[in-house]
């Protein structure tokens, strides 16, 4: 494992020809836009691209340029010069879609990161990894054209609700208006990104919002697979619950509990400024960023429930 230098990293995009780039499971606006992104970018420097995400990509981002190149499998006689994983803390994370290949390069932004590659350019200062591919996308000798700065802004804009997350800073700002300078409609991606609702995203918040919990400075909440099935919504998800649920003004952590098919729990947590929920999410198999964490947690609802509700009140006794 190397941290590797601007120059190391333009050396492997000239000397591959073919490129494998994936994202992590229950891929987020980062996640896509970063994939998109970046093999947007490579495709117009005439490489050969293979972009994969092991969950597929949400039916909320279909929109986006170049989408239907996004595959939920990768065919194990496939070779490829270079592999890279995006927005990936853990190779868990990537829900085997490398199979027993090599990851070449990590780009990524979460404090939590295993440094899991052979090369780690981690950087947990950066608002969103499409950030970090912005930011040196050039200097590594690929273009940015309006569909790749369009897409690596639609990363930045989620991963910072708008630019509002306490991680922000005149660093990203400047990189924002630089993809707007290359041709990214930021009114347009916004409303895209962060404001457009389907009908049975809202009923299935509904379901949600109905069993909003308290105890002290903490709001938590579960979504069940029987809630996921008669709201009609279609993803594994939280559907940005956590938007919603971290603009409670009166509680400093909220955490959303959503079952999963497989005999987990999808825990999501959410701090305000002072609370470093990443410590928790990792000390439960998890990760991600002070603020922002998450873990996948076998068991049932109720138990994972219990667990993580205690241990999140031990955590605010502390502070």
């Known amino acids: 494992m190397t941290i590797p230098s601007q120059e190391t990293i333009k050396a492997l995009f000239t000397e591959a020809e073919s490129v494998l780039l994936a994202s992590h499971i229950r891929p987020d606006g980062d996640a896509v836009g970063s994939l998109l992104g970046l093999g947007n970018a490579l495709i117009h420097s005439g490489k050969k691209v293979f972009m994969a995400l092991s969950d597929g990509l949400p039916s909320n981002f279909h929109y986006l340029y170049g989408a239907h190149l996004v595959k939920r499998y990768v065919p194990k006689d496939l070779k490829f010069d270079l592999t ?4 990936i803390s853990d190779l868990d994370r990537s829900g085997g879609i490398f199979g027993n290949r090599e990851i070449i390069l990590n780009i990524d932004h979460h404090i939590t990161n295993t440094l899991f590659a052979k090369h780690n350019l981690n950087d947990p200062e950066s608002v969103a990894t499409c950030a970090i591919i912005a930011e040196h996308l050039e200097s590594w000798g690929l273009p940015i054209n309006a569909e790749t700065a ?60 109905k069993k909003l919990q308290r105890n002290d400075r903490i709001a938590w909440t579960t979504l069940t697979l029987d809630d996921r099935k008669d ?27 959503v079952e999963q098919n497989n005999g987990h729990v999808k825990v999501s947590w959410r701090g305000k400024s002072g609370f470093n929920v990443s410590k928790l999410a990792q000390s439960l198999g998890g990760g991600g960023h002070p603020a922002a964490s998450g873990a996948d947690i076998e068991g049932n609802l109720e138990d994972v429930e219990f667990t993580v509700i205690k241990k999140t009140l031990e955590l605010m006794k502390e502070n």
Do not use: E, V
């Open 84 to 87: 890279i994983s995006l927005d």
């Open 231 to 257: 709201a009609g919504y279609n993803g594994n998800d939280d559907a940005d619950l956590n938007t919603i649920l971290s603009s409670i003004i009166d509680c400093d952590i909220t955490i959303l509990f």
């Open 150 to 209: 369009s897409l690596l802004m639609t990363g930045l804009i989620t991963d910072t609700i708008g630019f509002r997350t306490s991680n922000m800073s005149s660093k990203a700002m400047r990189i924002a208006a630089d993809l707007i300078d290359k041709g990214a409609d930021l009114p347009t991606i916004y409303q895209q990104a962060l404001t457009n609702k389907n009908f049975d995203q809202l009923i299935y918040w509904g379901y949600a919002l």
